[in-house]
């Protein structure tokens, strides 16, 4: 596995950096993300704190944390993540394997809940790092079943394929965690994009463990889908209720 997977990380950057619409594609998206993330940031942080009177700083930190941080955090971070995907597109082939709609929302789910654990408790670095991990691992699983040559593997779904072989996503995501929480938080969106990407390549093309419909794996986001279920429950049932609710308005002809 680890022979195997560094072997991959030195191979596939190197056959990356030649393709030219890849390295393009590469620089363009740096750009892209220090101008409306770094650049911002070092713009702001320097504004809110040119008032010699600390209430009118503490006010303006305030607007700038609640108002504009941590709402542009969010979009950010998913332009950020599509960037890594469409980056991988411009070298290999995107496979249209098995997908649902559940599974992006179940993901979309997991992505926010650990991005907002993170910023209530960023104090606490093991939290982070915990959280970090976990969406880091979905997102390399992501990247592996999206590039993946499903007629050698036969997965249904990316839980699936998650569950067969969690370890090697796992065990890069905690290394990209613990790199990326060195960075300082004004070049954490760019820099990290620099360094997932080059840890992503490892997926492309590595002999993960093939489905075995007689082999058991735990579903470790068990749990999580339960909360998901019910909330997607309640929602679907709050819906259908509005609409049996709705009276038809007959307007004459």
């Known amino acids: 596995m680890l022979s195997e997977s560094i072997y991959l990380l030195i191979y596939n950057n190197l056959q990356c950096m030649y ?46 944390n609640y108002f504009y941080f941590i709402p542009s955090y969010a979009i950010i971070y998913t332009v950020h993540n599509s960037k890594l995907s469409k980056l991988l597109e411009k070298k290999y082939i995107l496979q249209n394997n098995p997908h649902h709609i559940y599974l992006s929302l179940l993901y979309g789910f997991i992505y926010l809940i650990c991005l907002l ?52 996503f796992i065990f890069y995501a905690l290394i990209t965690s613990l790199i990326i929480n ?50 997607i429950t309640f929602l679907s049932t709050f819906i259908f209720f509005s609409f049996e609710r709705r009276t038809i308005i007959n307007e004459p002809i």
């Open 19 to 64: 393709t030219r619409a890849y390295t393009v594609e590469f620089f363009k998206t740096i750009l892209l993300l220090f101008g409306i993330y770094t650049l911002p940031i070092f713009v702001f942080t320097n504004i809110i704190n040119l008032s010699p009177i600390d209430f009118i700083n503490d006010a303006c930190l305030f607007i700038y």
């Open 117 to 168: 654990i993170g910023i209530l408790f960023k104090e606490s670095l093991i939290i982070i790092y915990v959280c970090d991990t976990i969406s880091l691992s979905l997102f390399y699983n992501e990247v592996g079943y999206c590039f993946l040559d499903n007629s050698r593997y036969y997965f249904n779904n990316r839980i699936d394929f998650y569950n067969a072989n969690y370890k090697i």
């Open 182 to 231: 060195q960075i300082p938080i004004i070049f954490l969106i760019p820099v990290s994009y620099i360094i997932i990407s080059f840890f992503q390549n490892i997926f492309i093309g590595y002999e993960f463990n093939t489905h075995n419909p007689d082999k058991y794996f735990r579903n470790l986001m068990y749990y999580i889908e339960k909360i998901v279920n019910i909330i």
